[in-house]
């Protein structure tokens, strides 16, 4: 494969200079939010094909997400379960935004990081090492102490990928995928029967649960109410930017994903830039692993490796145009969307929860599509006031 | 003739030979049990292979180190598991079950050297295959035969193609990211439609599955038909099909004007366009045509195999089969025996944990680590088609 690099728009030959107003527009919001509706639009008119109401299904949706909470006509008992509705939210919300930062990070090196899923589950093993095996900790130690072990382990594997891409310029979404089956497979081997990690429990295929020392504190709720991790996710993505934006490393970084012939002509280690973009990256996906387990999972089962979290966190990240408003805001979106859809929150008397999933990764892939062709969304969007004022489409004038 | 033998590549090749004598000495018909053996054959290899790299010999050299280490510590392995275990390992059967195991990537993997070989990045292969998958299954209930569940996965995997073709072609999407989004659509189409379809599960006797060829004459040829009937007479009528794929695959690239066409507007779709080929058409008809084959890949794991559908029951295989592209260097023959690798590797994890005790899920790592070596640069950069993932401008 070539090197592609998925980050900014560049301007075409054959495109009219009209992008580059699109993506002034709003922050260069326009695009993702046009994206978002014409996804949910499609998903709706599936949703009308297949017999059920598309209206009702988002709002039961919706409702299931907790995000009504903010409504402040929502009380008394419904706003008791919106409350731990928007906490499950929130809860997810926050390794979407970790995750996407990892892809995010490696997409401003020009690198395509498709591994934040095995990233994500080596930091979190990590750190379920760290709570379950180091005891006698003080609490705050025992917490940073796993949350540092989540973004070494995540590092690790994320430096796996760099170092070949490095070395030897293996294509780093082959690698990536590679390792993301290596952590899968390898992990369900530690935790399975008689693997080396099993808890103390022989007859089940999971982990012990980790001292309480290591576990993050909980600030909303109970049961499982929503834990610190949100605060270190926002962290994050101002982490995030001050690395690409006020340090020489994210100078050199930025550079090599613009071009790095340039960047090389002008003495930017190339190499040495793709190795830490990937190993930062997936310190990112580590640390929302560790997050994850010392929040509220306390433990693994061999069955949990099936979660596709960080490949949500891709779609996030594309969404939210490596932008740390944007990731927040798609994180959002994306959590909302899986909190409402999960069999717990959508009543299935009005849409079934099992289409809703697959509803839901639907969108995702449509919102991915729409934002990848800008070019369709600005086609769409000229269609649109073509029709209204009546012009003919070629005649779009380029303000600068 | 002395001179041809001290040539480094004839060290590399001798030290590869040594590499897979090492492990081949310990288990039947050998069965050597003194450890020094495997050892010193190994160690032998892994010296010729030092040898061969120092002589700037650098791809037969670490194919020699690789090949000496793992037949060192196969061997090894295999003199502490007694005769019996062995032989149920290592049978007949792991071979037939090698080739079902590669079908599926087989059929995946010639699909990405059209697409790739035009110049299409197609990551997609993994939802074009689940697609397949789906409407295989799909068309076989509906009609009650295999036949319409095979065309229906073929026509259901050439659509999501074309929509990876429209975005990365007319669109100039990221051909990347537009894959991973076709990955993502398969997923969600396929999971609503079974969910919505076959809510109370689907009934394996109500599917249609494609038959499989029992060739007894193959037990009538004297000495080997025994073991040739065991490999080959009781494949499914799709593995084939697959090696059908495979040659026409290698034909169609390497052997027509159409082959030259695809390849280049892979390699320079200006050139191309100059001398008046339609780089568009091309590379429609090229990434539909790896729609078409992933879906058949598909289709072998669920009417082909199991009888069934399950959500995302590809699970990974379209990305395997892609990495087979990569180390097979996009080229037919070198991707098939990188998808038979693989085969044999997850062929390998059952009878290994199910006789030995090894975990299954360890052994499942091995076709990874595999991979991540060989695209590492064991075998040598494998260098893609040049204009592979550039979108196509006309002027």
Known sequence: MSEATPSEPTPEPGLPRITNIFYERIGGALVPLAATALAFLIGGLVVLITGHNPLTAYRAIFNGTGFNWFFPWVTGDERRIAAKDLQETLRVTTPLILTALAVAFAFRAGLFNIGGQGQYWVGFMAALFVGTHLHSLPRPLHVIVGLGAGIVGGMLWGGIAGFLRATSGAHEVITTIMLNWIAIFGGQYLYELGGPLQGTNASLPRSDVIDASAKLWVWWGTFPGLHVGIFIAVAALVVYTLILNRTTLGFGIRAVGFNPDAAAYSGIPVRRNYFLALAIAGGFAGIAGAIDVLGFKYSIDTSDFGSGIAFTGIAVALLGRNKPVGIFFAALLFAGLQVGTSSRNLDPAIFPPELATDLSTMIQALVIFFVAADVLIIYIWRLRRHLKVGRPLKEEPAKT | ?395
Do not use: C
Not at chain 2, 128 to 137: I, P, S
Not at chain 2, 328 to 339: D, E, I, N, Q
Not at chain 2, 351 to 364: C, H, K, M
Not at chain 2, 370 to 387: C, D, E, F, H, Y
């Open chain 2, 1 to 395: 003739m002395i001179d041809r033998a001290r040539t480094p590549r004839s060290v590399g090749i001798a030290g590869i030979a040594l590499g897979i004598f090492a492990f081949w000495v310990t288990v039947p018909p050998f069965t050597t049990r003194f450890f020094g053996i495997p050892v010193v054959l190994g160690l032998a290899a892994l010296g010729l292979g030092a040898a061969a790299l120092v002589q700037g010999e650098r791809r037969l050299g670490s194919f020699a180190l690789g090949f000496g280490f793992i037949g060192m510590l196969g061997g090894l392995w295999a003199q502490g598991v007694d005769e019996a275990t062995l032989k149920d390992v290592l049978t007949a059967g792991l071979l037939a079950s090698t080739l079902r195991f590669a079908t599926p990537l087989a059929f995946a993997a010639m699909g990405g050297i059209f697409s790739e070989r035009s110049g299409v990045v197609n990551i997609g292969l993994e939802g074009m295959m689940l697609t397949g998958a789906f409407f295989a299954v799909w068309g076989s209930i509906w009609s009650g035969s295999w036949v319409v569940g095979l065309l229906m996965a073929m026509v259901f995997g050439a659509l999501l193609a074309l929509i990876h073709a429209f975005f990365s072609i007319h669109l100039r999407a990221d051909q990347i990211v537009s894959g991973f989004a076709v990955n993502f659509l398969a997923l969600g189409v396929t999971g609503y439609l079974f969910s919505d379809l076959y809510s109370s599960g689907i009934e394996t006797n109500d599917v249609s599955r494609v038959p499989t060829l029992s060739l007894d004459f193959l037990d009538d040829i004297p000495g080997i038909g025994a073991f040739l009937h065991d490999v080959f007479g009781g494949l499914s009528l799709l593995v084939w099909l697959m090696f059908l794929a495979v040659g026409l695959t290698y034909v169609v690239l390497f052997r027509t004007p159409l082959g030259l066409r695809i390849r280049s507007v892979g390699e320079h779709p200006r050139a191309a366009d100059t001398v008046g080929i339609s780089v568009y058409a091309i590379r429609y008809l090229a990434v539909t045509t790896s729609g078409v084959l992933a879906a058949l890949g598909g289709a072998f794991l669920s009417i082909g195999f199991v009888g069934t559908f399950s959500e995302n029951m590809t699970s990974g295989r379209g990305f395997i089969a892609l990495a087979a592209v990569i180390f097979g260097k996009w080229r037919p023959g070198l991707a098939f025996l990188a998808t038979l690798l693989f085969g044999f590797g997850f062929a390998l994890a059952i009878p290994l944990q199910r006789e030995a005790g090894i975990s299954e899920n360890l052994v499942s790592t091995f076709p990874y680590i595999l991979t991540l070596v060989a695209v590492a640069g064991l075998i040598g950069r494998s260098i893609p088609p040049a204009a592979d993932g550039r979108p196509y401008v006309k002027q």
